[in-house]
């Protein structure tokens, strides 16, 4: 069992828990993951690893509440406990030797960005953020990506705060007008990153991607979490929990992947649904 030392809530469906894992602690590095069942009825959810304190063995977590888990997870108080928490797994995601970055962020996707953000400003990399949201409301961890970014731009769908427009905007301009970049490294919805990718492709930046399909083992034997992948012209098969879930975002299948996603869409509103009906009238 691990014990949830805090809970912040960051908007109306995100939330960040501190999660006393000493072993987790001590080992995760920025872009890895873990996977947490809630109860011992509950389903295995990957989460990505948003920072640890080896000090205190705590492990942050942010995440949104999508389906049944994450909306069983967010009922969770401090001093409560959570059933498994399992990791790190993953590849971590390769900092060493970048001297200027564009770190690219959407939604909730931030929250997966930040601490690749604050690692790469810790060895000295300058770091440019941009971050985007649908409206001022659901905006999340603006301070911190002001704490390790050179530049931090902030967008807005709607316009209700930074500019208005998408993510690609402002990093298009910065192309064009003839920056450049060791890497962009974009997280968040997989069309956001399909199109970030698209936009930097001219200009020949490398662009690291990270993958998040559906995923239940976290050891590559499920199969659920495969992406397709076109290397020097042939289609590749990889494991987003083993081989990831960092990719180069030139290589990846967004199309099918935006495809699998959206398979069990409909079983999980009708998880969601029924676990929201189950706890309102307990």
Same mark, same amino acid.
């Given at each position: @069992?691990?014990?949830?030392?805090?809970?912040?809530?960051?908007?109306?469906?995100?939330?960040? %828990?501190?999660?006393?894992?000493?072993?987790?602690?001590?080992?995760?590095?920025?872009?890895?993951?873990?996977? /947490?069942?809630?109860? &011992?009825?509950?389903?295995?959810?990957?989460?990505?690893?948003?920072?640890?304190?080896? &000090?205190?063995?705590?492990?942050?977590?942010?995440?949104?509440?999508?389906?049944?888990?994450?909306?069983?997870?967010?009922?969770?108080?401090?001093? $409560?406990?959570?059933? #498994?928490?399992?990791?790190?797994?993953? $590849?971590?995601?390769?900092?060493?030797?970048?001297?200027?970055?564009?770190?690219?962020?959407?939604?909730?996707?931030?929250?997966?960005?930040?601490?690749?953000?604050?690692?790469?400003?810790?060895?000295?990399?300058?770091?440019?953020?941009?971050?985007?949201?649908?409206?001022?409301?659901?905006?999340?961890? &603006?301070?911190?990506?002001?704490?390790?970014?050179?530049?931090?731009? %902030?967008?807005?769908? #709607?316009?209700?705060?930074?500019?208005?427009?998408?993510?690609?905007?402002?990093?298009?301009?910065? /192309?064009?007008?003839? &920056?450049?970049?060791?890497?962009?490294?974009?997280?968040?919805?997989?069309? %956001?990153?399909?199109?970030?990718?698209?936009?930097?492709?001219?200009?020949?930046?490398?662009?690291?991607?990270?993958?998040?399909?559906?995923?239940?083992?976290?050891?590559?034997?499920?199969?659920?979490?495969?992406?397709?992948?076109?290397?020097?012209?042939?289609?590749?098969?990889?494991?987003?929990?083993?081989?990831?879930?960092?990719?180069?975002?030139? $290589?990846?299948?967004? #199309?099918?992947?935006?495809?699998?996603?959206? @398979?069990?869409?409909?079983?999980?509103?009708?998880?969601? $649904?029924?676990?929201?009906?189950?706890?309102?009238?307990?």
């Amino acid at each position: @069992m691990y014990r949830i030392l805090k809970k912040r809530i960051l908007n109306p469906t995100v939330t960040l %828990m501190d999660v006393e894992a000493p072993q987790v602690a001590r080992k995760a590095l920025p872009g890895q993951f873990i996977i /947490l069942r809630v109860d &011992e009825e509950g389903e295995r959810i990957p989460l990505t690893v948003a920072g640890t304190n080896a &000090e205190t063995g705590a492990v942050t977590i942010i995440f949104q509440t999508v389906g049944a888990t994450t909306y069983l997870l967010s009922l969770k108080n401090e001093g $409560e406990y959570i059933q #498994d928490f399992a990791g790190p797994l993953g $590849e971590p995601t390769k900092l060493d030797g970048l001297k200027k970055v564009c770190i690219v962020g959407g939604g909730v996707g931030c929250a997966i960005a930040w601490p690749i953000a604050k690692a790469l400003k810790e060895k000295g990399c300058e770091v440019v953020s941009i971050t985007g949201f649908r409206s001022k409301d659901i905006v999340i961890l &603006e301070d911190e990506f002001k704490a390790c970014s050179d530049r931090l731009i %902030m967008m807005t769908d #709607d316009g209700s705060y930074g500019r208005q427009g998408n993510v690609t905007v402002p990093l298009k301009e910065m /192309l064009e007008n003839g &920056e450049t970049f060791d890497e962009i490294i974009t997280i968040g919805p997989v069309i %956001m990153m399909k199109f970030v990718t698209l936009t930097a492709k001219p200009f020949g930046v490398p662009v690291t991607v990270s993958m998040n399909p559906i995923m239940i083992d976290g050891t590559g034997m499920c199969g659920g979490c495969r992406l397709t992948l076109n290397v020097d012209g042939k289609r590749v098969t990889k494991f987003a929990c083993v081989d990831g879930p960092d990719f180069n975002g030139y $290589e990846v299948d967004f #199309d099918e992947a935006m495809s699998r996603g959206r @398979m069990y869409a409909e079983f999980e509103k009708h998880a969601y $649904e029924s676990a929201c009906r189950l706890f309102t009238n307990a």
